[in-house]
C-alpha cells in the first residue's frame, strides 16, 4: 500500500515552503489526492517525496543530474512546443481549449509544425478490404518505418512531408477512409458516425495533439535524435503509448465503466481502490483544479450516459478529483458507439501530430540524447 502524509509532513520531510510543494504537485513531481477522511485536505505521496528528498541531496553535478534524471523519470528537454501553464494546455502560445472550439487536426498540425499551411493528412487507396484499429496501426507503421530513409541530413520542410505521410498511413490504419475531407470526417466515417459525431471526434485529436515532454513523446525523440526515420520516430511514440500506464489508461476507464454499469458506481469505485489502484479517468498531477481537455470536451458533448453520470459523481464524491481527458474519451467513445479501443486510437492519432513536432525540433537541434546508467552488478 502507497504512503500518504498530510501536508504538514511533507513540508517537514521536504524541508520547503508550501508554495513550493504546490509547484511540485503542479509539475507532477509529487502525487496528490484529497484526504479520504477529510475532503477539505490533501495528501502527498510519500515515494514521490522521498525520491524528491533524495535528487535534492545528490546536487547539481552533472553526474547527479543524469544519473537522478534517468532514475526517476524526470529528463528535461527545452521546448518551444507545448507546456502547461496555470491549469492550461498551450500550443506555441495558443491555448489548446480554445483551439479545439474551431481548429482541425490539420490546422492544429501547422501550429505546433510552425508552418503556414494547414497540412494535408493523405490516406492512401487500399489495394483490398482491410482491417482498422490498433494492431494494424502498429503493423503499418512498422512496414513504413521498415522501407523508409534516415532523417539525418533532412531539412524540417522534408521532415514534416514524410512525417505528414506517415501520419495519413496511421490514420487509414484506425479507420480513415481515403479522399480529400479533414482527417476526422474521415475518420467518423469510417467508424459510421455522423457529423455530429464528427466535430467532437474533430475536437478531442486537437485536445489530445501534444501534452509536454510525456513518456511517448520522450520515446520519439529519443528515436529522432538517433536519426530514425520520421515513421521510426512515430513507432516510437505508438508502442510507448500503448502502456497501461499512459494512452493504455482509457481501456482502465472503459472497464471501469463495465464494473459500474454491473456492479453499481460505488461498488465499482471501493473494488478499485480497494486493490490500491489509482482510479483511472480522475484526477491528474498536472491539473490539480480539473484537466482542461475534459472540461472542453465534456463541455461540447455533454455526458449523458447514465452509467457513466453514476460514475462520475460517485468518483468526486469518493476522492474529490474531478474527471480527466481518459473520462471525457470514454464518454465519447460510449455516446457515439464507436469501437471500444477508441479511446486508444484517438490518442494515438491526436498525439502523433506531437511527436512529429517534437522529432522535428529534435533532428534540427542536431543533439542526440545519451543518457547515463550505472552498473550496479558484481564485478568479476
Given at each position: 500500500m502507497s504512503e500518504w502524509l498530510s501536508r504538514e509532513e511533507a513540508l517537514e520531510r521536504l524541508n520547503v515552503r508550501p508554495q513550493?510543494?504546490?509547484?511540485?504537485?503542479?509539475?507532477?513531481?509529487?502525487?496528490?489526492?484529497?484526504d479520504r477522511a477529510d475532503p477539505r485536505h490533501s495528501q502527498y505521496r510519500a515515494d514521490d517525496i522521498a525520491a524528491l528528498a533524495t535528487r535534492r541531496a545528490?546536487?547539481?553535478s552533472p553526474s547527479a543530474i543524469a544519473e537522478s534524471a534517468i532514475a526517476w523519470g524526470e529528463p528535461s528537454i527545452a521546448t518551444a512546443i507545448s507546456t502547461v501553464w496555470h491549469g492550461h494546455l498551450i500550443y506555441r502560445g495558443r491555448d489548446a481549449a480554445v483551439l479545439s472550439d474551431n481548429a482541425t487536426l490539420e490546422e492544429t498540425a501547422a501550429v505546433l509544425w510552425g508552418v503556414s499551411e494547414p497540412v494535408r493528412f493523405e490516406t492512401p487507396l487500399p489495394d483490398a478490404p482491410r482491417q482498422s484499429?490498433?494492431?494494424p496501426a502498429f503493423a503499418q507503421l512498422a512496414l513504413l518505418a521498415g522501407q523508409a530513409r534516415p532523417s539525418l541530413g533532412s531539412g524540417a520542410a522534408s521532415l514534416c512531408a514524410d512525417a505528414a505521410r506517415a501520419i495519413g498511413v496511421l490514420a487509414g490504419a484506425l479507420g480513415a477512409e481515403a479522399g480529400p475531407d479533414p482527417v476526422h470526417r474521415r475518420l467518423a466515417r469510417g467508424w459510421s458516425v455522423d457529423e455530429g459525431g464528427a466535430d467532437a471526434i474533430r475536437r478531442a485529436l486537437v485536445l489530445l495533439a501534444d501534452h509536454e515532454?510525456?513518456?511517448?513523446?520522450?520515446?520519439?525523440?529519443v528515436a529522432a535524435s538517433t536519426g530514425a526515420s520520421p515513421a521510426a520516430c512515430?513507432?516510437?511514440?505508438l508502442a510507448t503509448l500503448s502502456g497501461p500506464r499512459h494512452g493504455g489508461a482509457g481501456e482502465a476507464v472503459m472497464q471501469l465503466a463495465e464494473d459500474a454499469a454491473r456492479h453499481g458506481a460505488e461498488a465499482a469505485i471501493r473494488r478499485w481502490l480497494g486493490h490500491d489502484r489509482p482510479l483511472p479517468g480522475f484526477g491528474h498531477q498536472l491539473y490539480p483544479e480539473g484537466d482542461p481537455r475534459a472540461t472542453a470536451l465534456l463541455s461540447a458533448i455533454g455526458n449523458t450516459d447514465e452509467t457513466l453520470r453514476s460514475l462520475e459523481t460517485a468518483a468526486i464524491a469518493a476522492t474529490g478529483a474531478q474527471p480527466n481527458i481518459d473520462f471525457a474519451l470514454a464518454v465519447l467513445t460510449r455516446s457515439l458507439g464507436l469501437p471500444r479501443d477508441a479511446p486508444f486510437q484517438l490518442f494515438a492519432l491526436g498525439r502523433s501530430i506531437g511527436w512529429a513536432a517534437h522529432m522535428v525540433e529534435?533532428?534540427?537541434?542536431?543533439s542526440i540524447i545519451r543518457p547515463r546508467g550505472r552498473y550496479e552488478g558484481l564485478l568479476p
Open positions: 513550493t510543494l504546490y509547484a511540485y504537485v503542479s509539475r507532477g513531481r509529487i502525487g496528490m489526492r484529497p545528490r546536487g547539481r484499429g490498433r494492431a515532454l510525456n513518456a511517448s513523446t520522450f520515446a520519439a525523440r512515430l513507432l516510437a511514440g529534435q533532428i534540427v537541434s542536431g
